[in-house]
């Protein structure tokens, strides 16, 4: 066994059923994908749009293809047609802009709300306050041509375990009370994309069912 797929069974031996593993495979040339699509992984995640759209074309049609960075409103039709979940919808205004592409392809695509948790600054992603405000307006039935099946996020940058696991318990608690919320289509909202390479398993302990891990399989990006 080579050793991305070493590193992928690893990780796989420690997810509980219900989650999955998204292979972060940005800044990582098709062949190292191809590795890991070898040893039987098909869900690789993606933060640029031409990169993404690269290694579709040149990569096997059963990758399922999901995007996790900052998505510009400009760029969201190069991906709509294939892309199976984006992770990082962090306003109406991108939901608007996707519905609107989705409709022009006839598909239906599932997108995950980005909240913001993390104590360093962002200009991207919901506050739970602001997404709990937002949602009482009823907008998503606004957007026929987007599925929101859930919430991503990201914890702080720090060693400090406490913090991490904090930050997770508190999207996972807006997880829970927006899907019993009435707002969002509850059936359908059953995601909750946290953890990374260096803080998957608290991830994991409070109900993730998406992890995204890139360096521990692929190993240090090159920028
Ligand atoms: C790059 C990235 C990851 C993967 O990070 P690693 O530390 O390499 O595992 C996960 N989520 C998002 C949003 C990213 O941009």
Redesign the pocket.
Known sequence: MNEIAQHIATIRQELPAGTRL?A?S?FHPAEALMEAYESGQRIF?E?RVQELVGKYEALPKDIEWHF??HLQTNKVKYIVPFITLI??VDSEKLLAVIDSEAAKCGRVVDCLLEIHVAREESKYGFTPESCREWLQGNPLARYPHVQVCGL?G?ASLTDDEQCIDREFGELKSLFDELKASGKVDAEAFKELSMG???D?RLALRHGSTLV???????GE?AY
């Open positions: 998204v972060v940005k995640g933060s996790i960075g992770h990082s991503m990201m990374m390479s260096h998957y995204r891990i890139g360096t521990s399989i692929f990006r």
